[in-house]
């Protein structure tokens, strides 16, 4: 007890003295090329979201940096719910997590705050064939504080089995199409046509993309709300439609129930969702494997998917890391064409360079996810200010769930127009 | 420590009676017997508690004072900044429409839940007293099995009761004819919201208040309700002149305890509906917890925080007075 | 004493209805804990599980570090109960049987410690704990569980003490007894009910906090029972069986203490109550 009240009283005395050791006392600093067991002994600690790194891939890539560098790879998986306080309490510490995997809407906020290290001398070693549209969002001031690592899109994903007994043969190419078939799902009565809670709000910015309706505007030197727009409206009443096909809760996102989940039982047509997510209801049901099937959410017209907003990740080194060279390995061969490809292909998910694209065909989702991405795909504002309108409780969610309910979308705007807007000029 | 008691105690060579007498300030002759050691013994015994009081809750309170008054967002945590601005944040918190109708919100979202925890745990408290062993043992089953249920698997379970799609509650509303709550969607409006956490809250507080009540009227000594019966007083008769004011300290101290703790519920109102729908199921915990971690404005998260504590300590102001006065009084 | 009929059996019907309703949500938690996947995720609710699976539980048991988990959360609590049934026996005495100048401020502490927003002021005790590089670790939370529960405590143990008739304590004294003798000999032994009952607070407040460990302690290692099943819960929702049955095991150990101490506790909780 007493020990314990001594390490508490000096507590008191370390406030001062840690805080004089910012971020720069880099033990390994200097650009010295490295040969294996130059790092041995050492730690790199990765945080990377659930769901980013599959097993083989995670299991290569660990054994290859070990093998190049002599040190330890440890990944560690976080969830999404709270990452943003997570990943900033994280970066204020003096033993920060050295590679954090980073949302790319997120991504202009953290390089914001001066927590992330610049990473513009590996962008001209390793990134000079980034693909452009993929790499802007870890780009801010004109200096790199992130590299693209890989981008995924929603696709349709649905039950080829209860699309045969509807009588439906093919799957759509037009919106039209698709409300065809959904149509014909419900008239037969037997299962729900289309599983879409009223909250999944990244499904609803891939159709304002495709409405080419921006969420914010600038006015005079402020970012606001835009949601007012009428081409937001559009894409508001083209999620109400498509939400009018299913039964599921109008307040809810899709990870509430976990939608594959839903999907797993084999009474839902289809859903919108990422591809791996097909490998969640195959967990909870594995007998649906042999009915799922997937593709590209049809757009106005058959020359141009549904506009899709591309979520993606990138990888960051945080500035107050101690191995900034190591964590530089770290992502030379994370991201090299072997380890990007092989990503690619048991993912589905799009990699950071055109040339990759190739590993998709060898994957369903990915292959019904690719055509979108590159004519179709968007993200949410690439602006730091952004960041904060997406904490819960996110007021774009409350929005739909007001249209859904009733209200028109411009009443549904209104409402949470001043929230946005709060939110935007949160001083940083 | 101990040695220096007992040489207090040798020293007053008296039973304990009259060291308290001694101690007694103005004690008239006793007095200047008064032994210096032994008048630092309940200062000893307390040291303990104080210290670890002032060191884990008095300065994280000083800290989160001083940081109600500095604009600290991300940037500045994470560089390690502190800039000061003055009484920026409570002047913006408490020009916020928004802050007031929380505190509104919180002051009687806490009265409606004690009230009627305390109602229905009067109630069952009573019941209790009222049934036959085997009945009691099983009722009482029931409440401590509500009781000891943590927390955060309780609020699990009650979205899982009360889900949408596949919940029971729903389900079986729908069976008995109520087809129009079938999809009800609990979590949709305020109201709705509130009447889950509700149920949630008083159930898991009720227990605490009915055992205990069916515990001290078993203490009330059978001659009270005799002569009461003697005097013709009936079963209301004899409950407001016997078994009430035998259970009104009992019933104060719990209120007190009740009005604390269902004010600062946050896990419930935060995991069943973060607050929603629209902000509107927010009290001031999730407001602060809102504003401050989740939007991580960690200076007006701490400014709230200041002005929650501030707000409680009016709510219980009452009781505080009492409960000071009777002190006062003992001894 | 004649009683209606309909008066002998409304207490008891009523009281089958609350005991249903007490209970309800928990044998949900258990039942739900043992149902296969498609019998949870269902239209028509499955009352009493016919398709047994262990399968949740198994989940569970090979979850990562969900034995250190156990090991940290069962220390953390029992270390701040303990100490805080201690520091607060000190305190509890003092104010209780003797008389002193600032008591009546030091009760005001308490009470009003009593009322400490814990949840909102995370990130001032995340500042404090990070600049001390006690990050990570299981003794800042050990102590500040501790002074969580310690307020209460005291105010508790306070009244049991004064449920000790002095005249025990004073004819222990009379018979050569000092006064340390006599509180650990006569008081001591009769405080035992409210010493559980107490504690008993105490484990349940230690047992569930999870904001505080969220921010202190961001390696798993170091990581507690309670924040675990939070993130399970809020971060997917999606699987009830295995959030079930981790949430099953997780109240299992206090129920079992509240069960057995439960007519102990209960006594003793009422004369500290009414004092209050």
């Known amino acids: 007890m007493k020990r314990k009240l001594i390490a508490a009283i000096g507590v008191a005395g370390m406030l001062v003295s840690i805080a004089a050791c910012g971020s720069d006392d880099k033990s390994d600093s200097g650009s010295k090329k490295a040969g294996a067991d130059s790092y041995k002994g050492q730690t790199l600690t990765v945080w990377a979201m659930d769901g980013s790194t599959p097993p083989n891939w995670t299991k290569d890539v660990t054994a290859a940096f070990q093998k190049k560098t002599g040190a330890t790879l440890k990944f560690e998986t976080q969830k999404w719910d709270g990452i943003q306080q997570k990943i900033t309490t994280a970066l204020s510490e003096s033993t920060p997590p050295d590679v954090i995997e980073v949302g790319n809407t997120q991504t202009p906020a953290y390089a914001a705050t001066g927590g992330l290290a610049d990473l513009s001398d590996l962008k001209k070693e390793i990134g000079t064939d980034w693909a452009e549209p993929l790499n802007k969002s870890a780009v801010f001031e004109g200096k790199q504080f992130a590299a693209p690592w890989y981008f995924a899109n929603r696709v349709v994903i649905y039950n080829k089995k209860v699309w045969a007994d509807a009588g439906i043969t093919g799957t759509p190419k037009t919106r039209a199409e698709f409300f065809t078939d959904l149509d014909k799902i419900k008239a037969k009565g037997k299962a729900e046509p289309i599983y879409l809670p009223g909250q999944n709000w990244y499904f609803f910015d891939g159709l304002t993309i495709g409405q080419g309706a921006d969420l914010v505007k600038k006015e005079g030197d402020k970012y606001v709300s835009n949601l007012s727009d009428p081409k937001v409206a559009a894409a508001m009443e083209l999620y109400k439609k498509y939400q009018s096909y299913s039964k599921a809760p109008k307040d809810k996102d899709e990870a509430t129930p976990q939608q594959a989940d839903v999907f797993a039982k084999g009474k839902t047509g289809a859903f919108v969702g990422m591809g791996w997510e097909a490998g969640t209801a195959i967990k909870a049901n594995p007998a649906i494997e042999k009915e799922i099937g997937y593709f590209t959410i049809p757009g106005e017209t058959a020359a141009k998917p549904e506009g899709v907003f591309l979520g993606g990740s990138n990888l960051a080194v945080a500035a107050g890391s101690k191995k900034q060279d190591l964590a530089k390995e770290f992502l030379r061969i994370a991201l090299s064409d072997q380890f990007e490809g092989a990503l690619s292909k048991e993912s589905g998910l799009i990699p950071n360079k055109t040339s990759l694209n190739s590993n998709l065909t060898a994957n369903p989702a990915g292959a019904a996810a690719a055509p979108a991405a590159g004519v179709s795909g968007g993200t949410t504002p690439l602006i730091p200010e952004w960041a904060p309108v997406e904490n819960n409780p996110n007021p774009i969610k409350s929005y739909m769930t007001a249209v859904l309910n009733g209200k028109t979308p411009a009443e549904a705007a209104k409402a949470v127009e001043a929230e946005i807007n709060k939110r935007l000029s949160q001083k940083n | ?331 | 004493m004649r009683r209606s009929l309909f008066g002998r059996i409304w207490p008891n019907a009523t009281a089958i209805i609350l005991f249903a309703g007490f209970a309800f949500p928990v044998y949900w938690m258990f039942s739900t804990a043992f149902k296969p996947n498609l019998d949870i995720v269902t239209d028509t609710p499955v009352w009493f599980p016919t398709n047994y699976t262990f399968e949740h539980f198994k989940t569970v048991f090979r979850a990562d570090h969900f034995w250190t988990l156990v090991f940290n959360s069962v220390t953390v609590t029992v270390l701040s109960v303990l100490g805080s049934l201690v520091i607060s026996l000190f305190a509890a005495f003092a104010m209780t049987r003797m008389r002193f100048k600032g008591r009546r401020g030091i009760l005001l502490t308490f009470m009003i410690a009593q009322m400490a927003p814990w949840e909102v002021m995370v990130i001032a005790i995340y500042m404090l704990v990070r600049d001390a590089d006690m990050l990570n670790s299981l003794v800042p939370l050990t102590l500040f569980y501790m002074v969580m529960v310690l307020p209460l405590t005291i105010l508790t143990l306070r009244g049991y003490i004064a449920a000790v008739p002095k005249e025990l304590e004073e004819s222990a004294m009379v018979d050569g007894c000092t006064r340390t003798q006599a509180f650990i000999k006569v008081i001591f032994p009769l405080l035992g009910p409210g010493l559980m009952a107490t504690s008993l607070f105490g484990f349940i407040t230690a047992w569930n906090e999870f904001p505080l460990v969220l921010i202190l302690n961001k390696d798993i290692e170091y990581q507690t029972l309670p924040l675990w099943l939070s993130q399970f819960q809020t971060a997917f929702g999606d699987d009830w069986g295995a959030t079930m049955a981790a949430s099953s095991l997780f109240a299992i150990p206090i129920l079992i203490l509240f069960v057995y101490l439960q007519r102990k506790a209960v006594s003793g909780l009422t004369s500290g109550a009414v004092k209050g």
């Open chain 2, 1 to 331: 420590m101990s040695v220096q008691t007992e040489r207090a105690d040798r020293a007053g060579s008296a039973p304990a009676d009259t060291i308290r007498k001694g101690d007694a300030p103005r004690g008239g002759p006793a007095a200047a017997r008064k032994n210096r050691a032994g008048a630092s013994v309940p200062y000893l015994l307390l040291l303990p508690a104080l210290l670890v009081t002032a060191v884990f809750l008095g300065w994280p309170l000083v800290k989160d004072g001083m940081l109600s008054f500095q604009n600290l967002n991300p940037r500045q945590l994470i560089l390690h900044l502190t800039e000061w601005n003055g009484f920026d944040n409570y002047s913006e918190v408490l020009k916020s429409s928004d802050f007031w109708k929380v505190v509104e919100r919180s002051v009687f979202f806490t009265a409606a839940n004690v009230v009627l925890t305390m109602l229905a745990g009067i109630l069952i408290g009573l019941l209790l007293a009222r049934l036959g062993k085997k009945m009691r043992l099983l009722l009482m089953l029931g409440l401590v099995f509500a009781w000891a249920m943590p927390m955060i698997a309780a609020t699990t379970v009650y979205q899982w009761l009360f889900a949408q799609r596949f919940g029971v509650v729903n389900y079986v509303l729908d069976t008995l004819g109520w087809h129009s709550m079938a999809d009800y969607n609990w979590l949709g409006t305020q109201f709705s919201t509130f009447s889950i956490v509700t149920l949630l809250i008083v159930w898991q507080s009720v227990p605490f208040v009915a055992i205990n009540l069916y515990a001290a009227t078993t203490t009330i000594p059978r001659e009270m309700y005799e002569a009461a019966s003697l005097d013709g007083a009936g079963g209301w008769k004899s409950f407001t002149s016997v078994t009430f004011p035998f259970l009104k300290p009992f019933l104060l101290a719990t209120t007190f305890l009740q009005v604390i703790w269902i004010f600062k519920s946050f896990a419930q109102l935060f995991a069943i509906n973060g607050g929603g729908p629209d902000r509107l199921t927010e009290t001031l915990p999730v407001y602060a917890f809102v504003e401050g971690v989740g939007n991580q404005h960690f200076g007006m998260g701490a400014a709230i925080s200041f002005l929650t504590i501030i707000v409680l300590v009016a709510l219980t102001g009452y009781y505080l007075r009492i409960a000071l006065k009777n002190e006062e009084d003992e001894l």
